[in-house]
């Protein structure tokens, strides 16, 4: 018989967590913490309004800072110091709750932070002056296994994806150019999207210290400049002194893409990768596609955006490909590896012939998504573990339908995925994609949505080759209501990421590791 809870008890297990999270690692922390955000939203009894929401009160702002620069015992320490103060009520219960969970994802970002280990950059020249740096990459489309790439579920678990690179309507539709400048008082930057261009113009490293506010202008291009150490937010050094010195001019550059915002092709993660590999490329560094992809993830837990590494993985290597990261007993800082699968030499051509990307006239929106899947996974919610366990199995199931070049078993897997993303996100598919997939069901070995859901794109596979004017036809059925839809084809790239210095291809080494998973 349990003994009848009581606010001593509550406060005992608040202290023994403490313990235990204060002699853990980053991994070990996190969980303590977000079991102690669970705690405290129990302790509130059901009241005090919603678990996800704002956690920036400033009376916890010294405790974050110390989590993430001193030490985990420090930050520890001190959030139970702010905790004893936020627990009278349970409106401040649970905004204690939500502090709690987001020191917990700061230890998840730090602890996938790690990866740079695997970054190791060599030393070349800098192109001259005016000549631009070139890196286009394909979408991706994640065909079995996304939401495992997840930290910190693919450190505890170990992840698995199964990745198409995708040009659409024959282009690969992300990409950026840089150049150096005789001009070294500035930055610009001109970001190329589908409702306009935006340019802005940096002339202070003042400029830069909203690097990690995802909102801020020019955000990815402020933080992939600190994170390839163009910019240093740390030196007295003015801007123009910096750039003399990383670069020997000034910079200009330029970030587009053709596909839609929310698209859930991967398109913000894979754009970074871009940026970073054309700002190695014009300060004179040499790498290879593994650094790209690491520093890149680095590089979304310094935007603090977060997410997974099958975006990168997918846009970076190209082709068709199975990315993973290692089983749980080999802990953090973890890797993530890329295996290039061997399938028959016509399948690429005929996964062409056979798959259209569907634009469901619905950006995707994914707000708390991440969040409330991060926190259901420390819960360990005995139904989402279970579909996490199945999400890798299919990607396993996936690996070999493309290897064997069985496109009625690659159907079948696309269609298992869709339940599975269903299932950890019941918006993943809003009343319009049910409504497509309803209507095309007769033309279809299968389908899935693009991402985590919720609008987007839809990849669908057809029983028929050559099928996307009958999508579309089957499409316009639907009358007006659905006028935003647009069918678009799509061909595997087998080269992912490419650079160009003027009109001379950089050669990339494909040097990714490979996990067993």
């Not at 002194?241 to 913000?268: D, F, H, I, M, V």
């Not at 082709?319 to 089983?327: E, H, L, N, R």
Request: proline share 6%.
């Amino acid at each position: 018989m349990w003994p009848e809870r009581t606010p001593r008890v509550e406060h005992m297990l608040l202290e023994s967590l403490d313990w235990a999270a204060a002699a853990a690692g980053p991994d070990g922390a996190a969980r303590m913490l977000a079991a102690q955000a669970d705690l405290l939203g129990v302790m509130a009894g059901g009241e005090g309004g919603l678990r996800s929401g704002p956690a920036g009160n400033q009376a916890w702002q010294h405790a974050f800072s110390a989590l993430e620069h001193e030490s985990i015992s420090a930050g520890v320490s001190a959030l139970a110091r702010v905790r004893r103060d936020w627990l009278g009520t349970p409106d401040r219960l649970i905004r204690a709750a939500r502090h709690y969970e987001r020191a917990a994802q700061t230890l998840i970002r730090l602890a996938v932070m790690g990866v740079t280990e695997r970054v190791r950059l060599g030393v070349g020249q800098r192109p001259p002056t005016g000549l631009w740096v070139t890196a286009r990459c394909p979408a991706r489309a994640d065909i079995s296994g996304g939401w495992s790439d997840t930290p910190p579920i693919c450190y505890e678990m170990g992840g698995l994806v199964v990745d198409l690179a995708l040009c659409i309507d024959g282009v690969k539709p992300i990409g950026a150019r840089v150049r150096r400048t005789s001009d070294t008082r500035a930055v610009r930057l001109k970001i190329c999207g589908p409702h306009g261009d935006q340019s802005l113009e940096l002339t202070s490293v003042d400029e830069f210290r909203d690097y990690n506010s995802p909102a801020a202008p020019g955000a990815l291009l402020k933080c992939a400049l600190i994170v390839t150490e163009i910019v240093d937010l740390d030196s007295d050094a003015t801007l123009k002194n910096q750039l003399n010195k990383t670069l020997g001019g000034g910079l200009e550059a330029e970030t587009w893409s053709r596909l839609p915002q929310g698209s859930g092709l991967g398109t913000s993660s894979i754009l970074a990768a871009a940026l970073v590999s054309a700002l190695w490329t014009v300060s004179g560094r040499t790498y290879t596609k593994d650094d790209v992809i690491h520093a890149t993830l680095y590089m979304e837990q310094v935007a603090t955006t977060g997410g997974g590494w099958q975006d990168i993985a997918g846009g970076v290597a190209g082709g068709v490909i199975a990315c993973s990261s290692p089983s749980p007993d080999k802990g953090v800082p973890f890797a993530v590896g890329v295996e290039w699968l061997a399938v028959p030499r016509h399948l690429p051509a005929v996964l062409a012939r056979h798959c259209a990307l569907v634009f469901t006239g619905r950006v995707r929106l994914a707000r708390n998504l991440l969040q409330t899947v991060v926190r259901n996974w420390y819960a360990r919610e005995p139904r989402l573990v279970a579909t996490f366990r199945r999400l890798v199995e299919n990607a396993r199931a996936m690996r070999a339908a493309l290897t064997e070049g069985d496109l009625q078993a690659v159907g079948d897997r696309m269609n298992v995925y869709n339940s599975q993303k269903n299932e950890l996100t019941p918006s993943a598919l809003p009343e319009v994609v049910q409504k497509i997939l309803v209507t095309l069901r007769p033309l279809l070995l299968g389908a899935t949505i693009m991402g985590a859901g919720g609008g987007g794109f839809l990849l669908v596979l057809t029983r028929q080759p050559d099928q996307t004017d009958a999508v579309r036809a089957a499409l316009e059925r639907l009358g007006p209501a659905e006028e935003r839809l647009s069918v678009h084809s799509v061909s595997v790239d087998p080269d992912g990421l490419e650079v160009t210095v003027g009109d001379a291809p950089l050669p990339l080494r494909q040097n990714c590791a490979n996990y067993a998973v």
